[in-house]
């Protein structure tokens, strides 16, 4: 197939509105929920996050594909998102060790996109209106056609998206002879987060996303941690179980993203779909116990929510967001447990919240000597 600079391509939303625009990537027609990151940099590593599985991301940042595909930026195997719209897109490249344009990354990977439209104004509409379901197509410009096609693609609120990404096998991380073993509840995990735990003296034992706590406990653990990952938490209750037996037995317990709307379901308080949810590396987050500010990276369209968490007084705050005062993250009172709703583990940055990783590794320390 040839592929052609000015190819056309177009967007639809669900309430109707319609953007022309030029094809880049694969050609074809993708459909998913409209989400939106303000990063400037990281398009990679965002592309490869398993939490956008499902979501046709808007870059807000005007230039995108400037410096390329690295082989050391990918966060999977595989770009995960469902289509990419861009204002201005570099079919070239200036970084001398990449080892492709994305638009060539783009097409590998099979994610249909499109450039040239007027980013500000689309972002500013579906913060108004709300996240929503849109299609983009190259093949297809017909406005009732393309209404038949986005009509099948489901709502993200009540979606169990987590099988999709998660790893189908278990599989080992880091050094054998590390001081401490981790299972891993694999619900759409970062590489970064497994190498963060592994730089700290962890040996993981990544499981799928249905693996229960007998299974893992195989392993013979020294602590769990609960991955990030797409979709409707609520529609989990699979993984709330397992999430529940590690509770009931007390283990140390570090969740995030999707991990912690898990820790906070598992303890009876829900969660709710967010306006347009927090996607970006620049989020202002204050942390409650030491009354410090945290600039975050963020992902997610769910939340936990303030109502409920107020009527379980087992389950206490440690973070909220400075722009909306959202929950961003909670220790479970009487139990060696705690989450955050943000990524500490971001890459390429910030970097304020690695502390969160060395706490947990404080407290599968504590609870060795408590054995010994």
Known sequence: M???????????????????GYAIGQRGSTTGELAFNTSMTGYQEVFTDPSYYGQLLIETHTHVGNYGVHESEYESNSAKIAGLIVRNYARTYSREN????????????????????????????????????????????????????LKKCPPMDGLELASKVSTVQPYFHGNPNSRFRVAVLDVGVK????????????????FPSDTSF?????????????????????????????????????????????????????????TYKMHNGHRGANHPVKNLLTGRCEITSQNHGFCVSPEELAKHPDVVVTHVNLNDDTIEGVR?????????????????????????????????????????
Not at 111 to 140: C, F, P, Q, W, Y
Not at 341 to 361: K, R, T, V
């Open 2 to 20: 040839k592929y052609i600079n000015h190819d056309k391509a177009c967007l639809l939303l669900e309430d109707g509105l319609f953007f022309e």
């Open 98 to 149: 990449a080892i492709e344009s994305l638009d060539s990354f783009l097409r590998h990977n099979d994610i249909v996109g499109i450039s040239n439209i007027d980013t500000r104004k689309l972002v500013t509409h579906i913060r108004s209106k709300g996240a929503m379901n849109a299609i983009i197509s190259s093949e297809v410009f017909d406005k009732k056609e393309l209404k038949k096609m």
């Open 191 to 206: 590489r970064n987060i497994l190498d963060m735990l592994a730089a700290r003296g962890c040996y993981l034992k990544v």
């Open 214 to 270: 007998e299974r893992m406990m195989t392993f013979g653990p020294h602590g769990f941690f609960l991955s990030n990952g797409p979709g409707d938490p609520s529609a989990m209750g699979y993984a709330i179980k397992t999430v529940q037996e590690i509770l009931r037995n007390d283990h140390p317990l570090f969740g995030i993203c999707l991990g912690h709307q898990l820790l906070s379901l598992a303890n009876g308080v829900s």
């Open 332 to 372: 479970i009172r009487n139990r060696k447990a705690f989450s955050v709703q943000f990524h500490p583990e971001a890459s390429p940055g910030p970097h304020d919240s690695h502390y969160l990783f060395d706490e947990f590794i404080e407290m599968m320390a504590e609870e060795e000597r408590i054995r010994v």
